[in-house]
């Protein structure tokens, strides 16, 4: 009876973590705007203009992102010594569709990066209206190709020298739209 039931228990450990594996290492929020043309609006307090173009841009092979002042998706600049993260986003939907959202672009934490580097912070936060969740699998398992724009880490993605999406972003973007 204990062989049969050791047998039992590494069967299902040899088909567990025989069949679990990462199809596609990026993660969806569960939401995307309705169209692949995305817009984004800087609030008067975001002046890094060429920044936010860059991030934007960044993306364009995938999704359409420009500048509309008439958007539902706000990006803006705050200065707060008590938050630890660069950038937040939060999203707003119905049924699975984004219908806004808003992005803050911490500057306090962000005032020793390099204009690259908040690049990166911006388009990063762009993932996320664009339905992207962030994706840590790199610091999981050290492979190559779950380096991406969606570590959900600035240290981490300036250390590996990520500042627009890569080919797992862009599949996850892809999926969605």
Known sequence: MIKKKAKIFIFTLVFLFGIV??????????????????????????????????????????????ENSASKYVIYKISDSAKQWSGETNISTAYGITTSATTKINSYVM???????????????????????????????????YICLMIGYDYWRNKLGVYTPKTDDRAGVNYLY
């Open 21 to 66: 594996s990462i199809a596609e290492a990026y993660f969806l929020l569960g939401t995307k705007w309705g169209s692949s043309s995305v817009t984004y609006r800087r609030d008067a307090s975001m002046n890094w203009v060429d920044t936010c173009t860059a991030a934007g841009n960044s993306w364009s092979s995938d999704v359409t992102m420009k």
């Open 111 to 145: 005032s020793n990066y390099t204009w690259t580097q908040k690049q990166s912070v911006i388009a990063h936060e762009m993932g996320h209206s664009l339905g992207l969740a962030d994706n840590n699998g790199y610091l999981l398992f050290e492979k190559p190709e």
